[in-house]
């Protein structure tokens, strides 16, 4: 037997129409217009959770799936960077509260927040290209960020995951 999410719904006087809905560990926070009924809010909350369990069932997040997303990200932004497109492991987890994802290095491993999975493509493809872009410069230097700045959607990623942080009151550390 599954058991029902917990669900934080969020109301918003500047929504006018739109919902959406995304994982936050695990509970689930749905955004919706504040002039929804409590019959409107339910029905809306019931629709994202199909919503959302549907698309957890097309992708599977596997840490497999990561490292080719990774691989393909490093050959297609960073194939003048051997040390990029070769990272030991790619993964998700589930113990980062504080950042997006992490690089080390010295081993040469990368871990991403599983918070970002239900997040745009492109916004989990700049997470990557980050980390990856730590294998070539460790510190957040001038030549760190244009390694970064190769990825078209760099400044647009950046601007939703701290959109995402300030609609949160998540404190994210880092850059």
């Known amino acids: 037997m599954t058991r ?14 739109t919902v959406s809905a995304y994982r936050d560990g695990e509970r689930v926070v749905v955004l919706i217009p504040a002039q929804f009924s409590n019959a409107e809010e339910n029905e809306w909350v019931d629709r994202m959770l199909e919503r959302l369990d549907a698309r ?9 799936n990561l490292a080719a997303r990774a691989h393909r990200l490093a050959m297609r932004y960073l194939s003048d960077h051997p040390a990029a497109v070769c990272p030991a492991s790619v993964r998700w987890v589930s113990n980062q509260t504080g950042r997006w ?31 990856l872009a730590h294998l070539v410069v460790p510190s957040h230097s001038t030549a760190f960020w244009a390694l970064v700045s190769r990825y078209p959607k760099a400044e647009r990623a950046r601007g939703y995951l701290e959109g ?4 949160g009151g998540l404190v994210i550390t880092g850059d």
């Open 56 to 64: 957890e069932r097309r992708t599977r997040h596997t840490n497999n």
């Open 101 to 131: 994802g992490s690089c080390t290095p010295a081993d040469r491993t990368i871990r991403i927040s599983d918070r970002i999975q239900d997040m745009p493509d492109w916004v989990v493809d700049y997470v990557l290209l980050h980390e």
């Open 164 to 167: 995402v942080s300030a609609a």
């Open 4 to 17: 029902k999410p917990v669900v934080e719904v969020r109301r918003s006087k500047r929504r006018r129409r």
